[in-house]
């Protein structure tokens, strides 16, 4: 099927568009035109992509560095190490020399968030004159913002895509992760990732449907679509987002059909909604409130912000160094980064407003307060208790963000959240000076027990424990000793007291050994399933052809591995430390013919990204691509925009560095083996 076909084709799309009906409108159109069916699609992005710039550009070949070429080497041979800009097009062509310029401007644009605008500036055309002046590339005619948008930077977002499909060829335990958003124009868009076991994360694309009910049917649509796209349920082991409505049921629905896919929400969203609940008691809400009104105030009076700052200045403080931090409505724990940074500088505010430095003369609420010592003495106390209270909570979700991050870490940040409360509300000498009274206590240890009850207990899986118990940093940890559970009591309890922690045939922690092996078999009987489902792209394929000939061997080889593993036999005695990576160590394991079938699920496991903050960082890059001066543009324009940005910001050449947040899993190892020998419970 050709071009042609695209142009004749007829259907219930009523898109149309003013101009000649040229390839690359209609390929642009055509590409994700909901009433195509997808082989055409497929067809028409793969055609856009050959009409990429990254397809006959040299990648890695940067235009050289230096002044323009005198008219005395105006002509040059092809050898000569010159700028692109300068080589002669007897050599090079005009249009090969066209397309290495352009292909520069599009990742300035892409890239770095230059307006595509700017292209029609007669400073820029100025601009391109000049680079070619009196040169063999003189004859180069600046490309218009329209071809660069509709044109262009489409094409190469297809090209993108096209790499994107060879890098995951041969990637399996993919996380896919999705989110909604909107724009200014005003649409709405629904972005999806894909995220590798080895934590590279690309940015798929961005389905916009401003004018459908984004309902779960309509989510279960996008998954599908993004899963079938990059090879069908077999190679992903996880969908994940926050937990609205729509996005649940549509997780939901699809898991249900494909059993093999694991259901896992945003772990970030989580502990921000437990800050969110702890922001509303009665206690705690005013002083909020004021924080805000205050900060608002002195972000926007510079009069007020100048004498401030100049204050700061003079006292010589490092704590005061650092600015005011407003209330922001998509950041994870805003409220504690803004009271946060309010600590050094409220008494100080204080005496300026005394003094009569700052004069509140706009606002009576925060002129009221400042004037009142005993307001400000009780919102300081009121704040001391919020930031002791939420602080951990805060940091340990902002290390969740982290790409490295994987679902035992989410069940040791909750450990960890009741191991440093505990400590809190059991130091009477702390409480005292906090000033906490005992209904204060228990209205966190509703809210944390309550909340860690629903992410962790009621979980649609149970992989967050069965990883921490099969994370090889904590595996027969002394911490499990007591087998946790998030029941709602008058007390900090999260455990269920149990026997000795040795004994039912030599198992270790026999009651965790349960609980983890219950989710294992429920996970290996939907991949020795998959076996018939999907025959050689099943995860267990391989195993299933070259060691295991039946489903019952294949079986009874993970019956036995598990055993060995809760008995701390061989060969999973050795290599664990605090500083080993889970699913490195795994993965190892694989290798193992003792080890490999147990190890094959939990590779899967460990593979999963517990977080959608690839969404997140999406949006927030469509926000700065999104300007007020640029709200015209549609979503169309800036998936492509940002699509091609990533690509070339991280893929090309790829940067992967894996972070590493160790330190703060060991700090977090050195506070749970401190209680160890003890319950957690926190009253």
């Known amino acids: 099927m050709g071009f042609k076909d695209f142009v004749k084709a007829e259907g219930p799309c009523n898109f149309k568009r003013i101009g000649n009906a040229d390839q690359a409108h209609i390929l642009t159109h055509a590409k994700q035109c909901r009433h195509l069916p997808r082989n055409l699609k497929v067809i028409a992005s793969d055609a856009a992509a050959d009409s990429g710039?990254?397809?006959?550009?040299?990648?890695?070949?940067?235009?050289?560095?230096?002044?323009?070429?005198?008219?005395s080497a105006s002509v040059s041979t092809p050898s000569s190490s010159q700028s692109k800009l300068t080589h002669d097009f007897t050599a090079q062509g005009?249009?090969?020399?066209?397309?290495?310029?352009?292909?520069?401007?599009?990742?300035l644009i892409c890239c770095d968030g230059i307006p595509p605008h700017i292209l029609d500036s007669p400073r820029w055309k100025n601009l391109m004159e000049y680079c070619c002046r009196n040169g063999p590339n003189c004859t180069y005619t600046p490309v218009s913002s329209s071809l660069m948008a509709t044109s262009i930077i489409p094409n190469e977002a297809s090209l993108v895509q096209k790499l994107t499909l060879e890098q995951l060829r041969n990637e399996w335990n993919l996380t896919v992760t999705f989110d909604g958003g909107s724009i200014r124009k005003p649409q709405s868009v629904y972005t999806t990732h894909i995220t590798t076991e080895d934590r590279i994360t690309y940015f798929w694309n961005g389905n916009e449907a401003s004018d459908r009910s984004h309902d779960a049917e309509y989510v279960n649509k996008v998954i599908d679509k993004t899963v079938t796209a990059v090879g069908g349920p077999s190679k992903v082991a996880s969908l994940n987002s926050d937990n609205t409505g729509n996005v649940r049921k549509g997780r939901q629905d699809y898991t249900l059909v494909h059993s093999t896919v694991l259901n896992t929400r945003d772990s970030p969203h989580a502990f921000h909604n437990t800050i969110g609940e702890i922001n509303k008691l009665s206690w705690i809400q005013p002083m909020i409130s004021m924080a805000a009104k205050v900060i608002k105030y002195l972000r926007k009076s510079n009069i007020s912000s100048s004498a401030l700052k100049k204050d700061a200045a003079e006292s010589c403080k490092l704590?005061?160094?650092?600015?005011?931090?407003?209330?922001?409505?998509?950041?994870?724990?805003?409220?504690?980064?803004?009271?946060?940074?309010?600590?050094?500088h409220l008494r100080a505010i204080q005496r300026l407003v005394e003094n009569g430095t700052i004069e509140i003369k706009a606002n009576k609420t925060v002129k009221s307060f400042f004037t009142s010592r005993s307001d400000v003495n009780t919102f300081e106390i009121t704040r001391y208790q919020y930031l002791a209270?939420?602080?951990?909570?805060?940091?340990?979700?902002?290390?969740?963000?982290?790409?490295?991050?994987?679902?035992?870490?989410?069940?040791?940040?909750?450990?960890?959240?009741?191991?440093?409360?505990?400590?809190?509300?059991?130091?009477?000498?702390?409480?005292?000076?906090?000033?906490?009274?005992?209904?204060c206590i228990q209205d966190i240890i509703r809210i944390v027990n309550k909340r860690y009850k629903d992410f962790i207990d009621d979980s649609p899986t149970d992989i967050y424990f069965s990883a921490f118990y099969l994370d090889p940093r904590f595996a027969h940890s002394n911490i499990l000793k007591t087998l946790t559970t998030g029941s709602t009591t008058t007390g900090f309890t999260i455990h269920v007291p149990t026997a000795s922690s040795t004994n039912n045939n030599g198992i270790l922690h026999p009651k965790a050994f349960q609980r983890a092996k219950t989710f294992l078999k429920t996970v290996l009987q939907n991949e020795v399933d998959a076996l018939s489902k999907y025959g050689d792209k099943a995860l267990l394929h391989n195993l299933f052809q070259t060691r295991y000939h039946r489903k019952d061997e294949l079986v009874e080889a993970f019956k036995s591995q598990l055993l060995a593993f809760g008995r701390n036999q061989f060969p999973f005695k050795s290599g664990r430390n605090q500083d080993t990576d889970p699913l490195k160590w795994w993965k190892h394991l694989t290798q193992d013919e003792n080890a490999d079938v147990l190890a094959t699920i939990n590779v899967k496991i460990f593979a999963v990204l517990p977080?959608?903050?690839p969404d997140e960082r999406t949006v927030s890059e469509f926000t700065r691509q999104n300007s007020a001066l640029r709200g015209n543009q549609s979503v169309s324009t800036l998936v492509d925009i940002v699509q091609v940005g990533q690509w070339y910001k991280v893929h090309s050449p790829r940067v992967c560095s894996r972070c590493s947040h160790q330190l703060v899993l060991t700090d977090i190892c050195r506070l749970l083996e401190s209680l160890s020998n003890h319950h957690v419970d926190l009253l």
Not at 53 to 71: I, M, Q
Not at 324 to 336: E, K, N, P, W
Not at 389 to 416: C, H, K, M, Q
């Open 389 to 439: 209270i939420v602080g951990p909570i805060a940091r340990l979700l902002w290390s969740l963000e982290s790409t490295v991050a994987n679902a035992a870490d989410v069940y040791v940040f909750w450990l960890a959240i009741a191991a440093t409360l505990k400590n809190l509300f059991s130091d009477e000498q702390a409480v005292s000076k906090l000033g906490l009274t005992s209904e």
């Open 611 to 613: 977080n959608s903050m």
């Open 53 to 71: 710039l990254g397809v006959n550009v040299k990648k890695g070949g940067p235009v050289a560095s230096g002044n323009a070429v005198p008219k």
């Open 319 to 344: 704590e005061r160094s650092k600015g005011l931090i407003s209330v922001g409505g998509t950041r994870f724990a805003t409220h504690y980064s803004s009271l946060a940074s309010l600590e050094p």
């Open 94 to 107: 005009k249009k090969g020399v066209a397309d290495e310029i352009n292909y520069r401007i599009m990742q």
